[in-house]
């Protein structure tokens, strides 16, 4: 089993790659483990050995034929990023408005994993 508590995966119910909750083990699977959805609060039995290949097969990101991050640049899903204040490379998955109207990325970092960062940042003068 997994030695974090949550993991980033897909949530069947959701639709949407939400943080998961590790709740357990599958009694005599050693490979299938529960987890639940912090947004909707679904539960969904994971097999972790598909997920592993998964992360095996992903493919590494080259630095130079990234976009430097900045909050006031616009991104496209699928672009990849390298932010200079982690000194990681990653890709953005997905685009969302945040509840303040600002618009927000999730990138896939190879080092920090999934964070969400303010795009188009529009400053007062």
């Known amino acids: ?5 949550y993991v980033m995966q ?8 939400s943080k998961m909750e590790v709740i357990g083990a599958v009694v005599g699977a050693e490979n299938k483990v529960w987890y639940k959805c912090t947004r909707c609060h ?15 097969s992903v493919l590494k990101i080259n630095r130079e034929d990234c ?6 640049k ?10 200079s204040d982690w000194d990681d490379v990653g890709k953005v998955k997905s685009k969302e408005k945040t509840s303040s ?6 990138v896939e970092f190879e080092k920090n994993g999934t ?5 188009n940042l529009q400053l007062a003068d």
């Open 1 to 5: 089993m997994s030695k974090t508590k």
């Open 10 to 17: 897909l949530c069947t119910t959701c639709g949407k790659e």
């Open 42 to 56: 679904h539960s969904m039995m994971v097999d972790i050995s598909t997920q592993q290949k998964k992360q095996d």
């Open 67 to 72: 976009v430097n991050y900045s909050p006031d």
């Open 74 to 83: 616009v991104f496209e899903i699928g672009t990849e990023i390298y932010h």
């Open 101 to 106: 109207g600002a618009n927000a990325i999730w």
């Open 115 to 119: 964070k969400k960062l303010i795009e």
